[in-house]
């Protein structure tokens, strides 16, 4: 948490309140306007301890004598509240800005809570100190008309914090304004370019919120002091920090805790102001600049970045430089000469990320030196081929003389190769094949074999080439075949699909199989899966956003199926009689939703009986559906059956029930619950799913003490996460069509008898639209586990179920709901408060859910868990993983199968070495059974084929 105190700041805002005070308050002894009588009333009305203002009960003239307390007033209007640290609770009047006379609110350090009202028109409001409250939200129209406004502090109040917010273009309107600080208060998303246009700005302070993006080019040359743009939440902001060497007022410069990238600019020595620079937990990389090591500053942080070279002898007071990449541990200690070089040659490449990170230290002959080799402590080889490096090459390289080969084909890099590097005489090889190198090309010695082909611009300028073997596209590898087709493997082109410009294209790659046996196998894959695909292609022709399934042909004479029910605990099966005839759900409005039948209709009457008449004893749970009732037949089989209630059933409802049955009918999967059947006889309409005995994941996590249950164990809890993330894997991209759930939470993943998992609940799913691209659709699911762009705008991928199911990691964790309005505000948003406090050990050990018995050898997984939280929710869809990473997660995490250490007594005395057929003709002397079957070979040798009923499966259509 960020204090002010003894801050540049608290200073700032203690003159400007007494400036304020000393200007008076004309006091008259006319009535207080009646108008501002009654919104200073509502607001005491409306707190909770309104005793605390000590304005008198029946007082009807504020601005009278004697005048209120904390209220000042010209003429008969009131023009200042002043409120501040009186601890004050409850919600502002809706209607505030009647007060319009309004020029000082001082609001700050209280309690004040629910949304903010708007402020529009409160055209002569110059200073609003709203600040370290719990204001819930900020409305659209907060900031039209605030043209006199000078100060705006909004710091500590979590506004909109389930989408975040951002300072609207209204803002810019207030020309005069002086101070913005909004220091937590959710801001999102890259900064408007009006904030760089405010000629009057000076301070403006933005620490601790979700920015992104580069710091806007308007910023040039402002007039700001102190710039707050610190530890940013779900990455941070991006980019240069060149911009920021303009703006020559800056006394304080705080860019700790974002993503910056780039060196740090000579130019920054201009900004003589500056007094606290702190550039801590960023990606800046190069040499420190000398300008930089000779500013007196008082405070300097450059830790944790990927700073190279030597530590400079600073002149600022206190300077902290942990965790980079210098040569030296020593200030004012020179590195090597050819680090030096190196160096410089990794600044003609952009300082790529991969080397940076691997090339530290002084010897670049021991350690991670990535890319290099070495003879007698001397550079011999350069070997960074296929990096996608890019930049110029460095003319600093001719300094390692020992060079032998340098090789860096397969890139994309570019300029002229330059000339210097002819006087290397150790060199052997230089490749630069599939760049963008420009000529002219320098001559080299006969003795060095050069490579230059796949460059594009030295085509024609070959003399210093190896033969090429054929052209090669600039930017391709070797043996690329030219754009606008894909080789095959027997010769013929295949041409690509067409896609949009710029959308992202999976190339065609042969695949040679080094053993025949892969080939084998290759092909027994092969044949199947075509034969699967050509049955299914007219089911994939479809329009993408329909999920009607059409009706059986009415000729179909056979109206009755006889429907096969899974029996959870031993396997046997159940007969139950329905119709299979079509069925149409009316809705009554004037819209029917067709449905097919199949052989998954039932009959009410058997759901009745199986229910006991729908008993409230039976009853599982309650929705907005309506009630899910146990079931059991008369064989034992337990189901659970989802009964639509006759008050619901509307458009909505039966779009729902028609999506389960739609989707359920195409989808099945171990951790996915099955439907078992359905039931539309008059206004009833009846899901029935297998039966899942323990019930939600969320009566375990948030309710166990109520059921008087255990606690769910973290090796259960991982295992629940890993059912999770594999159901949603296959609905997302393994089934044969992709399908985003929209609603998944705690309450719709039940629990088998063994704790294992599967999702349920599948009223809102929608199919996904091809590649990346979002599909806009009305909002559905439930608050606290909706991604922000599709809270905000509608729009919805897969990336949104990653985000719901990274919340349930949260939930895993922590045993807190997602959304808990009886939770102090700041936690009251899981997800939120869970990104403030992930990266704190202390604070994450403290968070997880104290019911859980904590070892110090299960403290690794819980951090990656929570990494993977943070990951999952994060604020973009593109920084969120697929579910096939989450699998890739928490599969090492969960304790892998071990085989027992002893035989058991079934299969004990069984000799595996002898051949199949003598261990069979074995077991059938030991049994005493019949072998006119078992004897497996006939007189050619080969298998018979099995008889019906043996083995039949051993895997069914998702690969289970």
């Not at 090789?407 to 630069?432: A, F, K, M, Y």
């Not at 087709?485 to 040679?512: D, E, F, Y």
């Not at 159940?574 to 079509?582: D, E, I, L, N, Y």
């Not at 951090?863 to 997660?889: K, W």
Request: aromatic share 8%; charged share 20%.
């Amino acid at each position: 948490m960020i204090q002010y105190s003894g801050s540049a700041m608290e200073g700032h805002h203690v003159k400007l309140l007494l400036a304020f005070l000393s200007l008076g308050s004309v006091v008259v002894f006319s009535a207080t306007d009646p108008n501002d009588l009654d919104i200073l009333n509502q607001f005491r009305k409306g707190l909770e301890n309104p005793e605390l203002l000590e304005w008198p009960e029946n007082g009807d003239d504020p601005c009278g004598n004697p005048r209120w307390n904390h209220v000042f007033c010209s003429g008969n209007r009131v023009n200042q509240i002043q409120v501040q640290n009186l601890g004050l609770k409850g919600p502002l009047p809706q209607n505030f800005n009647k007060l319009s006379m309004l020029t000082n609110l001082g609001l700050q350090r209280n309690q004040f809570s629910g949304p903010l009202p708007s402020f529009s028109g409160l055209s002569s409001l110059r200073w609003a100190y709203l600040d370290f409250n719990n204001f819930s939200s900020i409305p659209a129209d907060f900031f039209v008309g605030l043209d006199a406004l000078e100060v705006l502090a909004l710091d500590g109040n979590n506004l909109n914090f389930t989408t975040g917010w951002m300072f609207p273009h209204e803002l810019a309107n207030s020309a005069q304004i002086l101070n913005i600080t909004c220091v937590r208060c959710n801001l999102v998303g890259p900064l408007p370019d009006f904030l760089g246009s405010l000629s009057s700005l000076s301070v403006l302070l933005l620490s601790g919120n979700s920015l992104s993006g580069e710091i806007p080019a308007s910023f040039n040359g402002t007039v700001l002091k102190m710039l707050w743009l610190n530890d940013q939440i779900g990455g941070g902001m991006t980019g240069p920090i060149d911009v920021l060497t303009t703006m020559e007022s800056l006394t304080e410069l705080w860019l700790h805790g974002n993503q910056f990238t780039g060196t740090i600019p000579d130019s920054i020595g201009k900004l003589t102001s500056l007094k606290n620079l702190n550039l801590n937990t960023n990606k800046l990389v190069g040499l420190i600049p000398d300008s930089l090591a000779n500013m007196e500053l008082d405070n300097l942080d450059l830790s944790n970045n990927h700073l190279m070279g030597p530590i400079p002898k600073f002149k600022a007071t206190n300077v902290t430089y942990n965790s980079n990449s210098f040569c030296q541990s020593t200030p004012g200690l020179l590195c090597s000469p050819e680090v030096m070089a190196l160096i410089d040659f990794l600044g003609g490449l952009d300082y790529p990320s991969r080397l940076v990170s691997q090339w530290s230290g002084n010897d670049f002959c021991q350690g991670p030196w990535f890319g290099l080799s070495c003879i007698d402590g001397k550079v011999s080889i350069i070997n960074l081929p296929k990096l996608n490096l890019n930049g110029t090459l460095s003319p600093s390289v001719a300094k390692l003389d020992s060079l032998r080969q340098i090789r860096l084909q397969d890139n994309d890099l570019g300029g002229p190769v330059p000339e210097n590097w002819t006087s290397l005489r150790s060199l052997t090889l230089l490749d630069l094949s599939g760049n963008n190198i420009a000529p002219p090309l320098p001559s080299f010695a006969s003795s060095v074999k050069v490579v230059t082909e796949g460059n594009a611009l030295l085509s024609g300028n070959s003399s210093a080439t190896t033969p090429s073997t054929g052209n090669r596209p600039s930017s391709g590898g070797s043996g690329s075949p030219p754009t606008g087709s894909h080789s095959s493997t027997n010769g013929t082109s295949v041409q690509p699909n067409n896609q949009a410009k710029g959308s992202k294209r999976s190339s065609l790659v042969p695949i040679v199989a080094p053993v025949a046996s892969v080939a084998v196998a290759a092909a027994l894959l092969i044949i199947p899966l075509s034969i699967y695909c050509c049955k299914k292609s007219r089911n994939t022709l479809q329009a993408p956003s329909s999920l009607v399934i059409h009706p059986r042909d009415p000729s179909d004479s056979d109206n009755m199926v006889k429907i096969a029910v899974a029996n959870n605990t031993n396997g046997s099966n159940s007969t139950v009689t329905g119709s299979r005839s079509g069925s149409i759900i009316s809705s009554g409005m004037g819209e029917s939703h067709v449905i097919e039948a199949g052989n998954l209709v039932i009959s009410v009457q058997v759901l009745q009986n199986a229910t006991k008449n729908f008993a409230s004893e039976n009853e599982l749970g309650r929705g907005g559906f309506g009630v899910v009732y146990k079931g059991e037949l008369d064989d034992g089989t337990k189901l659970a059956v989802k009964r639509m209630e006759a008050g619901v059933i509307s458009n909505k409802a039966l779009d729902e029930f028609q999506a389960e049955i739609a989707v359920l009918s195409k989808v099945r999967h171990r951790h996915l619950v099955s439907l078992l059947g359905y039931s539309i006889e008059g206004n009833e309409r009846i899901l029935v799913y297998e039966y899942m005995p323990q019930g939600a994941l969320s009566k375990h996590l948030f309710h166990w003490k109520t059921f008087k249950l255990e606690p769910l164990s973290w090796k259960r809890r991982l295992n629940i996460a890993l059912d999770v993330a594999r159901g949603m894997e296959y609905l997302h991209s393994l089934a044969h069509q992709s399908f985003i759930h929209r609603d998944l939470k705690s309450s719709n993943i039940l629990l088998g008898d063994d704790f294992r998992a599967k999702v349920s609940d599948f009223g809102l799913v929608k199919l996904a639209p091809d590649g990346e691209k979002s599909v806009v659709t009305r909002l559905a699911g439930t608050f606290g586990y909706l991604a922000p762009e599709y809270a905000v705008t509608g729009k919805i991928t897969t990336k949104a179920d990653v985000f719901s199911f990274g919340v349930v990691l949260m939930e895993l964790l922590t045993g807190m709901m997602a959304l808990d309005e009886d939770r102090p505000e700041e936690t009251q948003y899981l997800a939120a408060w869970f990104w403030h406090i992930k990266s704190d050990e202390k604070k994450l050990m403290a968070a997880i859910d104290p019911s859980l018995d904590i070892k110090e050898e299960t403290f690794g997984s819980i951090y990656t868990i929570a990494e993977l939280a943070g990951h999952c929710t994060g604020r973009e869809p593109s920084q969120r993983p697929d579910m096939g990473h989450a699998v890739n997660v928490l599969a090492p995490l969960v304790e892998k199968w071990k085989p027992l250490d002893d035989d058991t007594e079934e299969y004990s005395g069984i000799d595996y070495s002898l051949p199949l057929t003598q261990m069979v003709k074995g077991w059938q002397e030991a049994e005493g059974k019949d072998s006119s079957y078992m004897d497996l070979q006939d007189s050619k040798g080969s298998i018979p084929a099995r008889p019906t009923g043996f083995a039949d499966s051993f895997t069914s259509a998702d690969g289970r």
